[in-house]
């Protein structure tokens, strides 16, 4: 089944990806493992899907000062290298 039109948006920077005209009913999107299915079956339609894949800094898994932080990205691959 096809999905209902959407907006497709790909930032390359952070600050970017705040620029939607329809933030409420956007969605982001990462790999598309399960929204792209969810469109397809129109379990969900959103007006905007933002893909983040290009946005650098969002895949790394760090630490400082005792706080983790868990990029939006990160991988089982990234927090197998910090291992």
């Known amino acids: 089944m096809i999905s209902q039109s959407f ?3 790909a ?3 952070l600050g970017r ?3 939607c005209s329809h933030p409420a009913n956007a969605r982001f999107w990462q790999a598309g493992m399960s929204l792209i299915p969810l469109m397809k079956l129109r379990l969900t339609a959103p007006a905007e899907v933002v893909d ?3 946005v650098p800094g969002l895949n790394g898994i760090g630490e400082s000062g005792g706080v983790v932080r868990i990029g939006a ?3 089982h691959h990234d927090w ?3 291992l």
Do not use: F, I, M, S
């Open 7 to 9: 907006e497709y948006l």
């Open 17 to 19: 990806r705040c620029a």
């Open 73 to 75: 990205l990160a991988t």
């Open 80 to 82: 197998k290298a910090r």
């Open 11 to 13: 930032p390359d920077t």
């Open 52 to 54: 983040l894949g290009r």
